[in-house]
């Protein structure tokens, strides 16, 4: 009898492959990134809306105001300092002279007037018995001043913003702006209530001497706009009229006005910045009375 062969069933062991996901690459790191910059860059504006008064973020938006556009040439001029030295013979802008004349100023009544050239004008003697009592009573002027600014609560703070300087024509006060203080809101003349103040004890001290004023405007470099051909000329100006108003408001003598003028940004603060707040400014010259 024969035999039958028993075949075995052939086994077959199959393995899964195991298929990886692919590689996503690091777009996701990027993208945390941004989130984290833009929550941090969140923080930080609640952080100074609730650390800073309404004075210094006044003076925050006027500094990062999306609406202000830097000129290139201002002034009329290629350089830095657009041709014009810092210091200026009798408070008037250098170089602005045509054809042997000054350019108009507003005189105290708010009307205009045409100096006379200097050619023209014969210079008085300098009496020096008058200047001598006029440096007395302008550094007298000056203590003063800083005491009443030192003991006024409404102005602490402040102090610095407001400056003496000596210059050939007697003694000029500097009202300065700067990143979180505003003597004005944006692209016009009205003071805010602190640089209001300010003006205010300065013209008390002011109204206590006889001699007469110069009145300064002074702008940066910044555009606010041209709307029915307004411009940092026009700005300056208007402010420089404002702070005679103040002036008057407080006690000084319209009559002592001697002249009023806007110098737009043709002499500014700091030369080297033309959009440095420093550069806005006012400034108010008591003169020797032989000036």
């Known amino acids: 009898m024969k035999h039958e062969q028993k075949i075995e069933p052939e086994i077959i062991i199959m393995r ?48 990062f105001t999306p609406t202000i556009i830097q000129m290139k040439n201002s002034g009329g001029s290629n350089g830095i300092m657009g041709g014009r030295a810092l210091e200026s013979e009798e408070g008037v802008a250098p170089k602005a002279a045509m054809n042997g004349r000054r350019p108009a100023a507003i005189t105290g ?44 609560p409404t102005l602490k703070g402040l102090k610095g913003q407001i400056r003496f300087v000596r210059v050939k024509d007697g003694l000029r006060i500097d ?13 016009n003349a009205r003071f805010s209530p602190a640089a209001a ?11 206590e001497t006889p001699n007469r004023l110069t009145v300064r405007g002074h702008t940066d470099s ?4 041209t709307l029915g051909g307004a411009n940092n000329w026009t700005l300056s100006t208007l402010r420089a009229d404002a702070t005679r108003q103040a002036l008057s ?5 319209e009559r002592r006005f001697r ?3 806007g110098v737009a940004d043709t002499d500014p603060y700091n030369a080297q910045d ?5 550069n806005r400014r006012i400034s108010v010259t008591l003169l020797y009375r032989d000036a």
């Open 16 to 63: 899964a492959k195991k298929h990886h996901a692919a590689h996503h690459g690091g777009a996701w790191k990027i993208a945390y990134a941004d989130f984290v910059t833009a929550m941090m860059a969140f923080f930080m504006l609640m952080w100074i809306l609730g650390a800073t008064d309404e004075n210094q973020r006044r003076g925050i938006a006027d500094y």
């Open 109 to 152: 009544g708010g009307g205009m007037r045409a100096e006379a050239s200097k050619d023209a004008a014969t210079p008085k003697p300098v009496d020096a018995k008058v200047q001598r009592a006029d440096e007395e009573q302008l550094r007298a002027l000056e203590k003063r001043l800083a005491a009443r600014i030192d003991g006024d």
């Open 175 to 187: 009202f300065v702006e700067r990143a979180d203080f505003a003597m004005f809101g944006i692209g």
């Open 197 to 207: 103040a300010m003006v205010k004890t300065v013209a008390a001290a002011v109204a």
């Open 222 to 225: 910044l555009r606010y706009g």
């Open 249 to 253: 408001a407080a006690g000084v003598d």
């Open 259 to 261: 002249r009023i003028e």
């Open 274 to 278: 033309h959009t440095d707040p420093r």
